[in-house]
């Protein structure tokens, strides 16, 4: 008997002692204010003060805007908390975050839920069912905005592109330029210099008094003797 009530006693001990604990851990986490896990709530303070405002008073269609904007940011925060909470739930577990995060997030997605309550009631004062749909059409808005952000990321992301390209291109013939001028710079000083020729008479005759005289030699194999020219006829009358 005393076997089996000595177990059964310390398994209370431990149980008792655990619940204590956590009695004392939450009283003390209690009053305790941990940072908020997102830093402030713009356009809501937009929108209370558009709501304040009374001289003069601001159009309606101007309060369901500022309310719709209101509306996009919860929707984007909703989003937000639950892509991180599966996240920081892991970690926690794991030891990789302490309870002060993991508390921070708690804390956020009550003040929220109380956001979203005042969200839909003042959906419902501008036009009774308002507020089942507004959330609807935020989460519409934010997904268009979306889209266009990334189509003009695309299309600066194809201008830059083809700006690369343009000076690439740019780049690539002018050192082809370089190039093809370097090779051939190379090419002539790299060539022997010309010889002088000696120049070439016209018509490929030697002219008079160069080289040797030529005989004309007969059909007997004998050539004929130079003759000397002939004096003129007045040299010959003058001697006379």
């Known amino acids: 008997m005393a076997s ?11 149980i008792g002692s655990l619940l204590v604990f956590s009695h004392f851990y939450r ?9 908020p896990y997102f830093s402030s709530h713009p356009e809501r303070d937009v929108y209370v003060t558009l709501l304040q405002q009374s001289d003069p008073p601001v159009h309606e269609a101007l309060l369901k805007a500022a309310l719709l904007r209101r509306a996009m ?15 920081l739930q892991n970690l926690l577990q794991k030891g990789s975050i302490g309870d002060d995060l993991w508390n921070s997030l708690l804390q956020a997605e009550k003040e ?19 507020g089942g749909l507004i959330f609807q059409t935020a989460g519409e808005m934010l997904a268009n905005e979306k889209m266009r952000g990334i189509y003009e990321d695309t299309s600066a992301a194809r201008a830059r592109k083809g700006q690369f390209y ?3 291109a740019v780049l690539a013939a002018m050192q082809a330029h370089a190039q ?24 490929g005759l030697t002219p008079p008094g160069t080289g040797r005289p030529q005989s004309v030699v007969s059909s007997d194999g004998e050539g004929e003797p130079t003759r000397s020219p002939s004096k003129s006829p007045r040299k010959n009358r003058k001697r006379k």
């Not at 009283?27 to 940072?35: A, F, I, V």
């Not at 929220?112 to 308002?130: D, K, M, Q, R, S």
């Not at 093809?180 to 018509?203: D, F, H, I, N, W």
């Open 4 to 14: 089996v009530l000595v177990p059964v006693l310390y398994v209370g001990i431990v």
């Open 27 to 35: 009283k003390r986490n209690t009053g305790k204010l941990y940072e």
């Open 73 to 87: 940011t919860d929707v984007s925060r909703v989003v937000k908390l639950r892509e991180d909470k599966p996240a």
């Open 112 to 130: 929220l839920e109380a956001e979203i309550l005042e969200v839909v009631a003042e959906a419902n004062t501008f036009v009774e069912g308002w």
């Open 166 to 168: 343009f000076h690439a």
């Open 180 to 203: 093809a001028q370097a090779q051939a710079k190379t090419q002539v000083q790299g060539r022997p210099a010309p010889t002088s020729m000696p120049e070439k008479p016209l018509g």
